[in-house]
């Protein structure tokens, strides 16, 4: 699987678009970019997941550049509930010798404040 | 609607001391995992399974041993415990086919100390 960069640290006004960033510049054509949280010490939450077209649900939308190599979470109305560690990674599904790599590395901590 | 379900969520161990985490998943899912989780840093994974019966180490299997015996459940084994294992320990699944395809639902963790 491919490695992934995000910032570590991030700040958002309540009630603002939270716009968090990764990048994943060895990303090969199967593989599908995932978004996680994880709220304080609860387990990870899937968010979204995107292989080359932007994607929109009831929690966030998907960004992804035109050459896979970085993609965008927004968070339309960052809530204080929204407050937690983002996860970004890349993973072919339906590769089942790319399992043992699925880590979750460090993610973004995103402190939504008032 | 249970999801994934990990028990015991805590417990505290003496070292070499052994115990069983397990974990319980109702969604027929074929793709199971144990991650853990050291504080200020991210999910490590230790074992997973692709399918009953199957298993394969992670990124951290050492000190741990695992079982896939019945499809909706994937045991972690600490054969002698030790401090370094003091952590907090996930387990997910995940469907390998469908719309859904690696989408990873995870428990509520295990909180295992190590004195």
């Known amino acids: 699987d491919a490695k992934t960069t995000q910032p570590p640290s991030m700040d958002c006004a309540e009630g603002r678009a939270a716009n968090l960033p990764c990048n994943h510049s060895?990303?090969?054509?199967?593989?599908?970019v995932y978004w996680y949280r994880q709220i304080h010490s609860q387990g990870p939450q899937y968010i979204i997941h995107?292989?080359?077209n932007n994607e929109t649900n009831e929690m966030a939308s998907l960004i992804i550049t035109e050459d896979r190599k970085s993609s965008t979470l927004i968070l339309p109305h960052a809530t204080l509930r929204d407050t937690a560690v983002y996860y970004c990674?890349?993973?072919?599904?339906?590769?089942?010798?790319?399992?043992?790599?699925?880590?979750f590395g460090t993610g973004t901590r995103l402190q939504v404040t008032l | 609607n249970a999801g994934v379900t990990q028990t015991p969520k805590f417990r505290v161990l003496k070292t070499g001391q052994s115990m069983t985490l397990l974990c319980a998943q109702d969604?027929?899912?074929?793709?199971m995992y144990w991650y853990r989780q050291d504080p200020g840093m991210g999910l490590r994974l230790i074992h997973y399974?692709?399918?009953?019966?199957?298993?394969a180490k992670g990124e951290v299997p050492d000190g741990y041993n695992v079982s896939r015996l019945k499809k909706q459940n994937f045991l972690l084994g600490l054969e002698s415990a030790a401090p370094s294992q003091t952590s907090v320990y996930f387990c997910?699944?995940?469907?390998?086919?469908?719309?859904?395809?690696?989408?990873?639902?995870f428990g509520e963790g295990s909180r295992l100390t190590v004195l």
């Open positions: 997910a699944s995940s469907y390998s086919r469908g719309g859904r395809t690696g989408e990873l639902f």
């Open positions: 060895t990303i090969s054509g199967n593989e599908y």
């Open positions: 995107g292989l080359k």
């Open positions: 990674i890349v993973r072919d599904p339906l590769n089942t010798g790319t399992a043992s790599k699925l880590t």
């Open positions: 969604m027929n899912h074929e793709y």
């Open positions: 399974s692709v399918g009953e019966g199957t298993t």
